[in-house]
């Protein structure tokens, strides 16, 4: 924090607030350690085999539950952008929200396949990207985010970033399952957010998972504007003085 120090002494006091918060951004930008990363081509194999197809299971019934009720909770909802989709199960558990413009995003090119295959409808969209890099192209009134947390190396920044693309009063639904990397998971992204409710589902496998619907966190327009890709992060003076002189 020591460049923050030094520019509170020579920046007028209108802008010292924004110096803080992005000197804040810069600390957190910094990658987690021990994050495992699966390739695209994991993906793509384990969904060519079926490995995945377990989640249309009535195991998995109760989850998708309750993730449809939260989107279905939030009222006059039309549209949802699915972040980490797979082949678009979730999709059909929104079937009886029609009209609805659904975006899905996934890594696998052989998950988005099959769900393009499956949901030709132009109010249906399947993208095959890494949701970190995927910029949206308009606001939802929901952001679906279901287990993929714990696969970001910075969660926090992750629902920060994805913030700015929520209508107003949008809302976040996050399911984690109950293991230690997503508990950590969700302690470091936590505060991005404020819990509006939880449900923690147990099967009798013994698996279970905790479920939550989310609001943003009022957030420093500054800070959405470089995590959105709206201004470059690049340093910390170049984004004031991007601000400075617009």
């Not at 600390?27 to 350690?33: E, G, I, N």
């Not at 993730?67 to 929104?94: E, F, K, M, Q, T």
């Not at 995927?134 to 279901?146: G, Q, S, Y």
Request: glycine share 6%; hydrophobic share 40%.
């Amino acid at each position: 924090m020591h460049a923050f120090k030094a520019l509170q002494r020579i920046l007028p006091s209108r802008l010292r607030e924004s110096a803080r918060d992005l000197a804040e951004v810069a600390l957190r930008r910094r990658p987690a350690q021990g994050i495992n990363r699966v390739p695209q081509s994991v993906w793509d194999d384990e969904y060519a085999r079926g490995r995945w197809e377990y989640l249309d299971n009535i195991e998995e019934m109760a989850r998708y539950a309750v993730i449809a009720g939260y989107c279905r909770h939030h009222g006059n909802v039309s549209s949802v952008l699915d972040l980490g989709c797979g082949a678009g199960l979730l999709r059909r558990w929104l079937r009886p929200l029609e009209p609805i413009f659904y975006v899905g995003v996934d890594l696998s090119n052989v998950a988005i396949e099959a769900a393009r295959n499956e949901w030709t409808d132009e109010s249906s969209k399947f993208v095959a990207m890494d949701v970190e890099t995927f910029v949206p192209d308009r606001k939802f009134d929901v952001i679906v985010l279901n287990e993929v947390l714990y696969y970001f190396d910075d969660p926090d920044l992750v629902l920060t970033r994805f913030a700015a693309f929520l209508e107003e009063n949008g809302k976040l639904v996050i399911s984690v399952w109950n293991s230690p990397d997503c508990r950590r998971a969700w302690g470091r992204s936590r505060g991005s957010v404020h819990m509006l409710d939880e449900v923690q589902i147990r099967h009798q496998s013994g698996v279970s998972w905790d479920i939550r619907l989310c609001r943003p966190r009022a957030t420093s327009p500054l800070i959405v504007a470089c995590l959105s890709g709206a201004v470059s992060m690049g340093s910390v003076s170049d984004c004031l003085i991007t601000i400075a002189v617009g």
